[in-house]
């Protein structure tokens, strides 16, 4: 075959390629792409992800704000991390939301600001997002851009108690001793109605100084 022959039957596949790639929608694309990512074939899975998230796909911006967190395939950078994170939380998917309101916590990728992460978390915990869940009764534990309130971390901790997790148990049945009887009743009250405990956390506005950057030796390793 001719090299001109060979290389507009190259050209052509290329396009070909191209096309097809443009009919498949970004829900697709980001399965591909997670497929891979799972996988561990970075570069696929980049490539994959990259044209999703281009089209707006939520899923696809959050594992790329992993491969960007991790060094997947891709340069570091918590910088480009945080801003895939920042896109796929705004799409309302909760994942990003728990891990996005982690960094504003501890200040990687964005500049820290408690009362942000709180914000975040608590729209992750309405999602059933059980890591979002247990950091949130710790930030009302430990005063951690909202008021600090123990009555509060013990009926979330003992919600997601209820439903398997460990850490969440432990913690509950160490917050016990600071409550009054009536306190512990209430809290049990609203983790049983666990809509009413979002509401209620949802009202309160009065929440602590952006610069109150206490941690508590219980926080989660």
């Given at each position: 075959?001719?090299?001109?022959?060979?290389?507009?039957?190259l050209?052509?596949?290329?396009?070909?390629?191209?096309?097809l790639?443009?009919?498949?929608?970004?829900?697709?694309?980001g399965k591909?792409?997670v497929?891979?990512?799972?996988?561990?074939?970075?570069l696929e899975?980049?490539?994959y992800?990259?044209?999703?998230a281009?089209?707006?796909?939520?899923?696809?911006?959050?594992y790329?704000?992993?491969?960007y967190?991790?060094?997947q395939?891709v340069?570091?950078?918590?910088?480009?991390?945080a801003?895939?994170f920042?896109?796929?939380?705004t799409?309302?998917?909760?994942g990003?939301q728990?891990?996005l309101?982690?960094?504003?916590?501890?200040g990687v990728?964005?500049p820290?600001?408690?009362?942000?992460?709180?914000r975040?978390l608590l729209?992750?915990?309405?999602?059933?997002?059980?890591?979002a869940?247990?950091?949130?009764?710790w930030i009302?534990?430990?005063?951690i851009?909202?008021?600090?309130?123990?009555?509060?971390?013990?009926?979330?901790?003992?919600?997601?108690?209820?439903?398997?997790?460990?850490?969440?148990?432990?913690?509950?049945n160490?917050?016990?001793?600071?409550?009054?009887?009536?306190?512990?009743y209430?809290?049990?009250?609203?983790?049983?109605?666990?809509q009413?405990?979002?509401?209620?956390?949802?009202?309160?506005n009065?929440l602590t100084?952006?610069?109150?950057?206490r941690?508590?030796?219980?926080?989660?390793?």
């Open positions: 075959m001719a090299k001109g022959t060979l290389l507009t039957a050209l052509s596949l290329l396009v070909s390629a191209s096309a790639l443009a009919e498949i929608s970004p829900e697709e694309l591909e792409g497929i891979a990512y799972y996988h561990e074939n970075y899975a980049h490539k992800l990259s044209q999703a281009a089209q707006g796909n939520a899923e696809a911006h959050y790329l704000g992993a491969m967190f991790n060094g395939g340069i570091q950078s918590y910088e480009e991390s801003r895939h920042t896109v796929a939380a799409k309302n998917h909760p990003a728990m891990i309101g982690v960094l504003y916590i501890q990728g964005v820290q600001n408690f009362k942000r992460a709180a975040l729209l992750a915990a309405k999602q059933n997002n059980v890591n869940q247990e950091i949130l009764g009302h534990q430990n005063g851009g909202v008021r600090q309130n123990s009555m509060i971390a013990y009926a979330v901790w003992n919600y997601v108690a209820a439903n398997g997790s460990d850490w969440a148990r432990m913690n509950r160490y917050v016990l001793a600071q409550l009054s009887d009536r306190e512990v209430e809290a049990q009250e609203l983790s049983l109605q666990i009413k405990l979002w509401a209620l956390l949802e009202r309160q009065a100084r952006p610069d109150d950057r941690i508590s030796h219980r926080r989660r390793s």
